[in-house]
């Protein structure tokens, strides 16, 4: 059985978001302890498992996702990985369609090698901070730093809950150079929201070729940061096309490795598109 490690979100190796990809017989999918064991195996933010579906349904093949720790609901960049193995094997052309946790999804593949997502967009409530929360993102030793939703004077702009899907909080900082300054409490944070903290901010510069940036924070599913995050940018597509007044933009992940996301609001729904690299192409031993 083989096994791929595909970057994602870049257009080139050692960038962007790795996930393994896994793809099964049409048997279905083992045990989740089996697909679990994997994961903690490949040690990547997420490893995928897809497996075919007859012919004349709602999806072309069912897909899971496993972080080192837990099965998610809702991950972007692996998405995108399998997408690139299947259109790359020619095992698919086209639009995909997939049956998962969070309902059929949809990826296109393009001329140029991209291939565009098509996810539910998170809705956004307004919400306080969470008691600690500046500290657990390491801010508290920033001057002017704010604990209130809405700070004008403090780094912390708004916060916003990103709803039971993708269950992070979404937190709007001063400006780019907080985010990137940014040196969490990891332990601290996981006790923050129910799944992670997307930490943004505008573009310091808008012809750098992006509009925002973010970090991804997800301790409590044993990701400390996450490298780009797709599932994040369902949320902050419709944050910054609201602020921007525009339904497409360009979001940098602002990471060690890095990666670009298009986003493009289209009201319950927002598609992102990105490129990916197959890095590693291995066999499974002994199978699942």
């Given at each position: 059985?083989k096994i791929r490690i595909v970057d994602a979100f870049t257009d080139r190796r050692f960038a962007g978001n790795p996930a393994g990809v896994v793809f099964?017989?049409?048997?279905?999918?083992?045990?989740?302890?089996?697909?679990?064991?994997?994961?903690?195996?490949?040690?990547?933010?997420?490893?995928?498992?897809?497996?075919?579906?007859?012919?004349?349904?709602?999806?072309?093949?069912?897909?899971?996702?496993?972080t080192p720790t837990t099965e998610v609901d809702l991950c972007g960049h692996a998405t995108l990985a399998a997408a690139h193995v299947l259109h790359t094997?020619?095992?698919?052309?086209?639009?995909?369609?997939?049956?998962?946790?969070?309902?059929?999804?949809?990826?296109?593949?393009?001329?140029?090698?991209?291939?565009?997502?098509?996810?539910?967009?998170?809705?956004?409530?307004?919400?306080?901070?969470?008691?600690?929360?500046?500290?657990?993102?390491?801010?508290?030793?920033?001057?002017?730093?704010?604990?209130?939703?809405?700070?004008?004077?403090?780094?912390?702009?708004?916060?916003?809950?990103?709803?039971?899907?993708?269950?992070?909080?979404?937190?709007?900082?001063?400006?780019?150079?907080?985010?990137?300054?940014?040196?969490?409490?990891?332990?601290?944070?996981?006790?923050?929201?129910?799944?992670?903290?997307?930490?943004?901010?505008?573009?310091?510069?808008?012809?750098?070729?992006?509009?925002?940036?973010?970090?991804?924070?997800?301790?409590?599913?044993?990701?400390?940061?996450?490298?780009?995050?797709?599932?994040?940018?369902?949320?902050?597509?419709?944050?910054?096309?609201?602020?921007?007044?525009?339904?497409?933009?360009?979001?940098?992940?602002?990471?060690?490795?890095?990666?670009?996301?298009?986003?493009?609001?289209?009201?319950?729904?927002?598609?992102?598109?990105?490129?990916?690299?197959?890095?590693?192409?291995?066999?499974?031993?002994?199978?699942?």
């Amino acid at each position: 059985m083989k096994i791929r490690i595909v970057d994602a979100f870049t257009d080139r190796r050692f960038a962007g978001n790795p996930a393994g990809v896994v793809f099964l017989g049409s048997g279905g999918f083992p045990e989740p302890d089996r697909l679990q064991r994997v994961a903690r195996e490949v040690n990547l933010s997420e490893t995928a498992f897809a497996h075919p579906l007859p012919p004349g349904g709602e999806a072309d093949w069912a897909l899971r996702w496993f972080t080192p720790t837990t099965e998610v609901d809702l991950c972007g960049h692996a998405t995108l990985a399998a997408a690139h193995v299947l259109h790359t094997s020619d095992m698919a052309s086209g639009t995909v369609r997939y049956a998962t946790r969070s309902g059929v999804l949809r990826t296109t593949a393009h001329q140029d090698g991209s291939l565009t997502l098509d996810f539910p967009t998170a809705p956004l409530t307004a919400v306080d901070p969470p008691t600690g929360l500046t500290d657990a993102l390491g801010l508290s030793g920033v001057s002017g730093v704010s604990e209130r939703s809405g700070s004008s004077a403090g780094s912390v702009r708004s916060i916003h809950d990103t709803g039971e899907r993708v269950g992070d909080l979404l937190v709007e900082l001063a400006d780019e150079a907080a985010v990137r300054a940014l040196r969490p409490d990891f332990p601290a944070l996981a006790s923050c929201s129910r799944r992670g903290v997307i930490a943004t901010a505008a573009a310091a510069d808008p012809a750098s070729g992006y509009d925002f940036v973010s970090r991804g924070f997800f301790p409590g599913v044993g990701i400390d940061e996450d490298p780009v995050t797709g599932s994040a940018h369902t949320a902050l597509a419709p944050f910054w096309s609201a602020r921007f007044g525009r339904d497409d933009l360009v979001g940098l992940q602002a990471s060690a490795r890095s990666g670009l996301v298009r986003t493009s609001l289209r009201g319950a729904r927002t598609l992102l598109t990105g490129s990916a690299v197959t890095v590693i192409e291995g066999e499974l031993l002994g199978g699942l």
